[in-house]
């Protein structure tokens, strides 16, 4: 059944935007949202969450109905902070309260095949892939796609969890029983049972546990912020270079470093893909460039963005201000790139470093012409390898910016 479209409201400075989430992006969404007059009430099941440091909190899971409908009470409009929020919430709510973004969205993007299927629907390129649910689906798709691949869960699966680069077919076997247990058990998925399209295989992209992904060599990887309201009005942010570490975002480098047509390029294509989806709010398109300029949409993601997190400091309008434009209905703000950017995130290992830095003169930031801007997330606590902030460095030239991450040594551990 299709899902029944919100009649588009305008939310007036004053309003209450309610968040499913109650961490870093709904905190920062709180924090811009905030400085335009709205209220905002969060529901997330972390005691002191981020958001809740800011605003009000309902502590309750995620799949609490009753607590997902006393949100609602409170709110004059809700949006979502993470794309695992439970869909079915998401759902209920958008029967029963104003939820611009809708479900269906949320729906898409909690499963890889069901995004890849939407992405390639609106006539934007992926890599290619195929979906697995036995390891005989596995073993001919690597001898259809070539190795190196990538297997992945359609579901779940963050910073570089749930899934494993496949170089040997000699890996096929073991990434499969790790990536999906559950079909690892039974003997017809190991030793060759239907594989899809096969009698006995419905095709359905549920029935399929895991996707491969041919192996893209790519020059780099960018991203675009797109932000759409109900009105339909369509605008896109600077393209990042992305540079990953342990399959941890650790850079974005705006602009990004390729030729201004592929950066145009990117920004045509991540805001065709907002238009095609009908989605409202923010939508970021994470890509790889080839070497000879091609560009194929990886992944998809339904709100603000780790990526996009230098344009708090560095354009006209930040992520989370436009997101709130966005969801309210308002006019979106201006996306223009005010200075040259370098963000860094800031994980557990490198918190305390950071922090005590901010405390005393820097010197690298004095000589290299380079402002520093930390944000801290208010996490209560501290992880190797858990995002706890980000450091927005702006500058004259983006290579200054990198000379202050390595020259600082926060980032060697």
């Given at each position: 059944?299709?899902?029944?479209?919100?009649?588009?409201?305008?939310?007036?400075?004053?309003?209450?935007?309610?968040?499913?989430?109650?961490?870093?992006?709904?905190?920062?969404?709180?924090?811009?949202?905030?400085?335009m007059g709205y209220r905002f009430v969060a529901l997330d099941p972390a005691p002191d969450a981020p958001c809740g440091q800011v605003s009000p909190q309902i502590v309750a899971a995620y799949d609490d109905?009753?607590?997902?409908?006393?949100?609602?009470?409170?709110?004059?409009?809700?949006?979502?902070?993470?794309?695992?929020?439970?869909?079915?919430?998401?759902?209920?709510?958008?029967?029963?309260?104003?939820?611009?973004?809708?479900?269906?969205?949320?729906?898409?993007?909690?499963?890889?095949?069901?995004?890849?299927a939407a992405i390639e629907a609106a006539g934007v390129p992926v890599a290619p892939y195929r979906k697995v649910a036995s390891l005989a689906d596995l073993k001919a798709a690597a001898a259809e796609l070539g190795l190196p691949a990538v297997l992945?869960?359609?579901?779940?699966?963050?910073?570089?969890?749930?899934?494993?680069?496949?170089?040997?077919?000699?890996?096929?076997?073991?990434?499969?029983?790790?990536?999906?247990?559950?079909?690892?058990?039974?003997?017809?998925s190991l030793q060759g049972g239907p594989a899809a399209g096969d009698a006995g295989f419905t095709g359905a992209e549920e029935d399929a546990p895991l996707v491969i992904e041919k192996f893209v060599p790519f020059r780099c990887e960018i991203s675009v912020i797109a932000a759409r309201s109900p009105r339909g009005e369509v605008k896109s942010f600077p393209a990042a270079e992305n540079i990953h570490v342990n399959?941890?975002?650790?850079?974005?480098?705006?602009?990004?470093?390729?030729?201004?047509?592929?950066?145009?390029?990117?920004?045509?294509?991540?805001?065709?893909?907002?238009?095609?989806?009908?989605?409202?709010?923010?939508?970021?398109?994470?890509?790889?460039v080839t070497g000879d300029g091609e560009l194929f949409v990886n992944e998809l993601a339904p709100r603000p963005h780790n990526s996009g997190h230098y344009t708090m400091d560095a354009c006209?309008?930040?992520?989370?201000?436009?997101?709130?434009?966005?969801?309210c209905n308002l006019p979106l703000g201006d996306t223009e790139l005010l200075t040259p950017a370098v963000m860094v995130n800031v994980l557990g290992q490198h918190l305390e470093g950071a922090?005590?830095?901010?405390?005393?003169?820097d010197e690298e930031a004095n000589r290299l012409g380079v402002i520093p801007k930390l944000h801290i997330y208010g996490k209560t606590e501290s992880k190797t390898g858990r995002k706890m902030g980000h450091i927005n460095l702006?500058?004259?030239?983006?290579?200054?910016?990198?000379?202050?991450?390595?020259?600082?040594?926060?980032?060697?551990n």
């Amino acid at each position: 059944m299709p899902e029944r479209k919100a009649q588009p409201r305008t939310l007036r400075p004053g309003s209450t935007v309610g968040v499913l989430g109650g961490g870093q992006l709904g905190r920062m969404m709180a924090l811009a949202g905030s400085a335009m007059g709205y209220r905002f009430v969060a529901l997330d099941p972390a005691p002191d969450a981020p958001c809740g440091q800011v605003s009000p909190q309902i502590v309750a899971a995620y799949d609490d109905i009753d607590a997902a409908r006393e949100l609602a009470r409170r709110a004059d409009v809700i949006t979502y902070e993470f794309e695992n929020v439970d869909a079915g919430v998401a759902a209920v709510l958008a029967e029963e309260s104003y939820v611009p973004q809708g479900s269906a969205l949320l729906h898409t993007t909690q499963h890889r095949l069901r995004e890849k299927a939407a992405i390639e629907a609106a006539g934007v390129p992926v890599a290619p892939y195929r979906k697995v649910a036995s390891l005989a689906d596995l073993k001919a798709a690597a001898a259809e796609l070539g190795l190196p691949a990538v297997l992945k869960t359609v579901t779940g699966g963050y910073d570089g969890k749930g899934q494993a680069v496949l170089r040997r077919e000699d890996e096929l076997e073991d990434a499969f029983r790790r990536l999906a247990p559950e079909r690892a058990g039974s003997a017809a998925s190991l030793q060759g049972g239907p594989a899809a399209g096969d009698a006995g295989f419905t095709g359905a992209e549920e029935d399929a546990p895991l996707v491969i992904e041919k192996f893209v060599p790519f020059r780099c990887e960018i991203s675009v912020i797109a932000a759409r309201s109900p009105r339909g009005e369509v605008k896109s942010f600077p393209a990042a270079e992305n540079i990953h570490v342990n399959n941890i975002l650790h850079l974005s480098i705006v602009p990004a470093r390729v030729p201004e047509a592929i950066q145009r390029k990117a920004r045509e294509l991540a805001e065709k893909l907002i238009a095609g989806l009908d989605a409202v709010g923010l939508l970021a398109v994470e890509m790889f460039v080839t070497g000879d300029g091609e560009l194929f949409v990886n992944e998809l993601a339904p709100r603000p963005h780790n990526s996009g997190h230098y344009t708090m400091d560095a354009c006209a309008t930040s992520q989370f201000e436009q997101h709130v434009r966005a969801v309210c209905n308002l006019p979106l703000g201006d996306t223009e790139l005010l200075t040259p950017a370098v963000m860094v995130n800031v994980l557990g290992q490198h918190l305390e470093g950071a922090v005590g830095r901010f405390c005393t003169d820097d010197e690298e930031a004095n000589r290299l012409g380079v402002i520093p801007k930390l944000h801290i997330y208010g996490k209560t606590e501290s992880k190797t390898g858990r995002k706890m902030g980000h450091i927005n460095l702006l500058c004259k030239d983006t290579a200054d910016s990198l000379a202050w991450v390595e020259q600082t040594n926060l980032w060697r551990n």
